[in-house]
């Protein structure tokens, strides 16, 4: 039977979607399959947005066909009419809806009703009613704010104090004892930062021992400031110009143009929203040229009211201007526009990206979540799906808190990924590029990259530092200080560089790059761990229960005997990195002593290599994929094999099988690939394909972040011969 959180409040706006969308990431990484439930819709005139944004989760099966499927009809139970019209035959409804959720889910994730209908405490009496009858400890959320906004500050309110917030959880707890529910834990969601801890400790004393399970989460403006998507919605408007993807842009404050132009421009406010009348074109003009000089504070986006179309030139110049900031047109007054706008409230969706990551961001840095795993004891699933994976990643690289370059730093992919990465603290960041351009760039697409370093591998300082080491260290290959100095301003070199000498933990490039290009550097600078005589890479296959590593897919064509064994070696002990332990299977197209021919006979020699040089690992081969992976083909084929069937690290022959074979799994398998990762090098660098999504470049990060706290390794093999790379 799965078990299940409630998730209520004492009150409306309380921001119960932020905790709602951070306990399904946390139970997420604990269990397979997370179940989502609204036993009161808020709406049935429009689909609730809660609900669609929780089944949006990608811990939340919604896949077509999959037995364990879940869609929105399914996980709501029934609307507020039906609670008024005859609250016990709703309950028994919302029972019998909860069940068929609860029979495809290992937990479900059950969000009260909204206090959209009644703001008293019988609706807290009627949700306390349901958890009760669910089975489902609650887990209360209190509102760290109460209120209306406040002057140009959109979203603001009040800060509650400490005192008062006792006081609500006094409240609280009356209805939840009434109706028999059991308090799980408390969140304080919104609460006033500079008192935290004090918030904690007068919320716990009202129930002795909650101590531990009473967190809070502080207000953060971004997060409750409305987006200008929200805003055009509010004011009834038509977008006219900009780019509509940054209608997810927030807008933290509003600026009511209604004075002349230079008192305007004088006035802009960061990441705010200004208002100015159709027939004020001049103020207009120079406000979308101010964000355009880059020296004025860059704003959200720009309301124009009064329902006066723009004039035919005004509409061709801002054409002309490429406006990227959104430019909303309304027929609404200045002062019903400035209303409508000052009383928007900001929504967390799934659509919204920005809003979406920073929630669950929020949560993780404030919410100890594997408490609360362990309060709904649940026990950690054996099966690793790629998601799991994936956070595993991420919060290993956070611990880590490594140092990473990232050279492509005017590829959007990269800034975006940027944006992430130092929204949740994955590592440290430098770009490469030209500054201005890159903060520039970022502005417009709504990224904030403020916490990176960016700088320029023109850099006087650097490059002449950087061209001397480089020098030194191909001198035995005649180049000279003119050489070096043209060669470290490519990007790649000048990022290798920035880790060879210690400005850098790691770097990941290639999204613009060929193999070659990233990793040469690499070879020339970096160079190889003592005791390694080759740089290889694996792939990290998240299957859907578990994940595996392929190597090599990247770098090495036709390795010899002697690499192959060295990339088996060195495939174990990445994999022993990130959790997987080590079960090596050398592959070919014989099992066994079946077959017979110089590519078999590589492999078999190099399975005896790396039982000669590490007699620790578990080992065998030549073997066919079939009986390295499937238990039943391993019975027949290899049934005194300890390897067979369960294979954890495949190695591939050769570059041709391993690259293709990864892109089949892929693509046929709906495996996610991570990588590749390369291994070998004394620090870690590694590649991007070109055709790289944000998430890959966001994980690659991660990987590099984790490989770069590593401990030196014990040397597996003398130095060989130098490695060629694949593009």
């Keep these: 039977m799965a078990r299940s959180v409630y998730i209520t409040s004492a009150e409306g706006n309380s921001g119960k979607s932020t905790v709602a969308l951070g306990v399904i990431d946390q139970l997420s990484r604990a269990v397979t ?35 364990n499927r879940l869609d929105y009809d399914m996980c709501v139970g029934v609307s507020y009419d039906d609670v008024h019209s005859d609250p016990d035959a709703a309950l028994s409804r919302i029972v019998e809806r909860y069940k068929a959720v609860e029979a495809v889910s290992d937990v479900v994730v059950i969000v009260g009703s909204d206090y959209t209908d009644v703001g008293s405490p019988t609706e807290l009496s009627y949700n306390a009613r349901v958890a009760a009858n669910l089975g489902a400890p609650v887990l209360l959320v209190l509102g760290g704010r109460v209120g209306p906004g406040r ?74 400031a409305p987006s200008m998507g929200t805003l055009l919605e509010a004011v009834d408007g038509t977008l ?24 305007v421009l004088a006035r802009l406010i960061q990441d705010s929203v200004l208002i100015v009348a159709a027939d004020r074109t001049e103020v207009l003009l120079a406000v979308l040229l101010a964000e355009q000089s880059g020296t004025f504070p860059s704003i959200s986006g720009v309301i124009v009211n009064g329902g006066f179309e723009l004039p035919e030139p005004i509409q061709r110049l801002i054409s002309g201007l490429n406006v990227p900031r959104p430019v909303i047109a309304t027929d609404l007054g200045t002062y019903d526009t400035a209303m409508r706008v000052t009383r928007a409230r900001a929504r967390l969706a799934a659509d919204n990206t920005g809003k979406y990551r920073r929630a669950l961001t929020l949560f993780a840095d404030h919410v100890d979540g594997q408490n609360l795993v362990d309060r709904l004891n649940l026990s950690n699933s054996v099966v690793i799906t790629p998601l799991m994976f994936e956070y595993s990643l991420i919060e290993r690289a956070r611990l880590a808190a490594r140092h990473i370059v990232l050279p492509e730093g005017e590829d959007d992919r990269i800034l975006t990924a940027a944006h992430i990465i130092l929204d949740r603290r994955v590592a440290r960041l430098t770009l490469l590029g030209d500054e201005e351009e890159i903060r520039c760039r970022a ?30 260290l191909r001198a035995h290959k005649g180049i000279t200080y003119a050489d070096a100095l043209a060669q470290i301003v490519d990007p790649s070199y000048f990022g290798t560089m920035m880790v060879h000498l210690g400005l850098a933990d790691g770097m990941v490039s290639g999204a613009a790059h060929t193999t070659a290009h990233t990793i040469r550097p690499g070879f020339e600078i970096i160079k190889t761990r003592p005791g390694v005589s080759v740089v290889s890479s694996v792939f990290l296959m998240a299957l859907a229960d578990r994940v595996l590593v392929y190597g090599d897919c990247a770098v090495i064509p036709d390795p010899t005997a002697d690499q192959l064994a060295d990339i088996a070696i060195s495939s174990s002990a990445t994999a022993a990195q990130f959790g997987i332990e080590p079960r090596i299977a050398m592959l070919s197209y014989s099992t066994g002593a079946s077959g017979a021919g110089a590519d078999v006979e590589k492999v078999r020699e190099a399975t005896a290599l790396v039982r000669e040089r590490r007699p620790d690992l578990a080992v065998d081969g030549p073997i066919q994929y079939d009986a390295a992976a499937d238990v039943a083909v391993a019975a027949a084929k290899v ?53 790289a999504l944000v998430q890959d470049i966001v994980n690659t990060v991660a990987i590099t972040a984790i490989q770069a706290a590593r401990p030196t390794a014990t040397p597996a093999v003398p130095p060989a011969a130098a490695t060629s790379v694949s593009s």
């Design 639 to 691: 049934p005194e094999s300890q390897i067979a069937g369960r294979a954890t690290v495949f190695i591939f022959p050769d570059l041709n099988t391993g690259n293709n074979t990864y892109k089949a799994v892929q693509r046929s398998a709906g495996a996610v690939a991570i990588g590749p990762v390369l291994q070998g090098l004394n620090k870690p660098i590694n590649d991007l394909s070109r055709g």
């Design 240 to 263: 006219i110009a900009g780019d509509p993807s940054l209608l997810e842009r927030e807008a933290v404050a509003v600026v009511v143009a209604g004075m002349s132009m230079v008192n």
């Design 33 to 67: 399959r997370v179940g989502v439930f609204r036993p009161v819709a808020r709406s049935v005139d429009a689909p609730d947005y809660v609900l669609e944004m929780m089944l949006a989760h990608d811990g939340v099966d919604t896949t077509e066909g999959s037995p």
């Design 443 to 472: 502005e417009q697409l709504g990224l904030s990259i403020a916490d990176a370093q960016i700088i320029s591998p023109s850099d006087p300082e650097l490059s002449a530092r950087f061209a001397k080491e480089y020098q030194r």
């Design 151 to 224: 002057g140009q500050q959109l979203g603001q309110a009040d800060a509650r104090t400490p005192g008062d917030l006792r006081q609500l959880m006094d409240l609280a707890m009356v209805e939840l004892v009434h109706a028999h529910a059991t308090l799980l834990a408390v969140i304080v969601n919104r609460a006033d930062t500079e008192r935290l801890d004090q918030i904690s400790s007068e919320v716990a004393a009202v129930i002795p021992g909650l101590g531990k399970a009473v967190w809070t989460i502080p207000e953060d403006p971004m997060l409750v």
